[in-house]
């Protein structure tokens, strides 16, 4: 009998599975993520999934992990201090594809170097500047290095990534490493990303499996990555970026185990994130432009995956503008009321029940900060530090914590480095009043949510009579904003069929008309002509609704709330290289490889030595991984110009793909 074990840290939750024989799911069990220490969070579920199965430890065969922290964290803009080092580049580019927004006021060299589309320098890499930079900038937790035509020509990102890990010591992410395709700007953001991860995925990683041998399981430990597929946990520190979209990407592969279904789409609600994503023929469709999270569109290849900010954990903002008033949810995530309350119930109900007897709401109500301890805090300006001596280690509200409003500002820079969490209305708090949720506490609920009733709307009215009313307003909004999500799926799905932008033909009133089956002149229906699986803690409660609005069959498996533990044990192990041969004059062929380019006088020639190359090298890492039953796919893209009735080569581009599953531990 062989077990396996699958963990996803989520948002909220961190769930844990035991699957036996890649057949059936003996047990289930969840914990609180705990922010400050994952792996804190990673044991309790994982002994508490031991108890309920009555399992030892040392029988467990191979145990994965998916992970929704790195998609979370660049959805919600967090990450440690980063560096560019982008050669051969001008200023300008740094606009180009999000880049500059990637960076995030980090800092970053434009440097001379770089290569020619052939593999050639362009010009020698400027190491004063380089040595020089690295001088002048210290509490960099992540380097990227993105040269021109790197992928024709990695010397100069290598160079530059040996002499800054030999400086400072941290590490250091090529953009070679990441993507075989040309766009340097694309690449340099992929980059970026991948370094401000490093620090985060890597602490995540080398705790859970501390964690492991603590609790007597020594079975090697895998990562689910972005496109479903599996990774050593080694490969997954070295490339965190590979792990965006990894726990939707499990949850996909997890709905495709549970259902069977060949063709639906799949919506997966955490805290922090809704994520949309299609089954066609059995298989996750891959997003051929590269995963989009976060408002950045990256080289990594994943499932083709719409994340937008709606969970259970989102924010509520109460729009108070116009005659009726309303709320609108995320994108960000905080601490419901309702659980800052359980860690902290004195300072949190004491708080509330002031602000309950105050005769006007403030600006600041239910809103509280709490500092995430072992969170690394250099870099930090004047206004920050001030901020977290003040705040210590206690629960303070926002009332009490800033003192001038320049000091949102402070806050909101320690949010974003994941430093400090804040508290506010939630729809879990909303679940909570409606009796639909009882895990933390639901009298701090009532009164978080009877505060915001209070605000005044543009009649002068209440914008609601009790907090039960306001708590269904909020989970109807939910499922306004999950049916919008789906929509605009289904219609990204058909672009080419209208030619107009998803989103605004989800919220297009001809659209919504359909949907509540508009009868008049005009007869109008839209439907969502395709099964929906619900997955998520909350999917049970929340998805019958958005499938009555979008009159489609709504599927809510078994085991929906822990999808993607089990597709974090159920997916192969998969390494996929490739690389490019290119004809710089007629008659020449070159091989574009990582120790340089290398010239035949034969395209056969060429091109056997690069799939060699490659095949090498995705069956030697998907080996080392962990990987047994091994089969390699190898896929060439040849192109080729008609000229003067002959078909001339002009560039090829191979693929290959070593898979197996992966190898259980015996004994």
Known sequence: MALALGVDTGGTYTDAVLVRDECKVIASAKSLTTRA????????AIQAVLEAAQVAPEQISMASLSTTLATNALVEGQGGRVALIYIGFKDGDLDKHGLRDALKGDPALVVAGGHTHAGGEAAPLDLAALEAFLDSHKGISGFAVAAQFATRNPAHELEAARIIAERTGSPVTCSHHLSAKLNGPKRAVT??????????IDRLIGRAQDRLLELGITAPMM??????????????????????????????????WLTGTENALVSDIGGTTTDVALIRDGKPAIDPAGAQVGGFRTMVEAVAMRTHGLGGDSQVHVMTEGLGGGVFLGPRRVLPVSLIASEAPEAVHA?????????????????????????????????????????????LPLSGLLRTRMENGALAR???????????????????????????????????????????IGTGDRLAKTSE?????????????????????????????FGVPSAELARHVLTQKGLSGHRGLLALDTTLNVDVVGLGASAPSNYPAVGERLRCRMILPEHAGVANAIGAVVGRLT??????????????????????????????????????????????????AGAEDIRVVVDRDIRTAR?????????????????????????
């Open 37 to 44: 220490d994952l792996a804190i969070g990673v044991g309790k």
């Open 643 to 667: 000229i003067e009735a002959q078909d001339v080569f002009v560039e090829a581009m191979i693929t290959v793909e070593a898979s197996g599953r992966p190898r259980v531990a015996t004994g």
């Open 223 to 256: 990562v689910v990555r972005g496109d479903g597929a599996l990774m050593s946990a080694e490969q997954a520190r070295e490339r965190p970026i590979e792990t965006i979209l990894s726990g939707p990407a499990a949850s996909i592969v997890g709905a495709s």
């Open 469 to 497: 009313e306001l708590a269904q307003i909020i989970v109807d909004q939910l499922t306004e904003q999950t049916t919008l999500t789906l929509l605009e799926t289904a219609f990204a799905e058909e672009a080419e069929a």
């Open 191 to 200: 980059a970026v990303l991948n370094a401000r991860l490093i620090g985060m």
């Open 351 to 395: 708080v509330l029940d002031a602000q309950l007897r105050a005769t006007t709401v403030g600006e600041h109500d239910t809103r509280f900060a709490r500092r995430v301890p072992g969170i690394h805090a250099e870099g930090l300006g004047a206004r920050e530090e001030a901020l977290l001596e003040r705040l210590g280690d206690k629960v």
């Open 575 to 624: 390494l996929r290289r490739t690389g490019t041969v290119t004809s710089p004059s007629e008659g020449r062929f070159r091989v574009h490889l990582e120790d340089g380019p290398q010239d035949f006088n034969e395209s056969d020639a060429a091109l056997n030595l690069l799939e060699s190359v490659l095949r090498s090298e995705a069956e030697g890492a998907v080996r080392q």
């Open 414 to 456: 320690l949010v974003d480095r994941g430093i400090v969490q804040v508290s506010g209305v939630t729809p879990s708090d909303a679940s909570h009043v409606l009796g639909r949720l009882d895990a933390w506490d639901a009298d701090a609920a009532h009164k978080a949510l009877e505060l915001i009733a209070r605000k005044r």
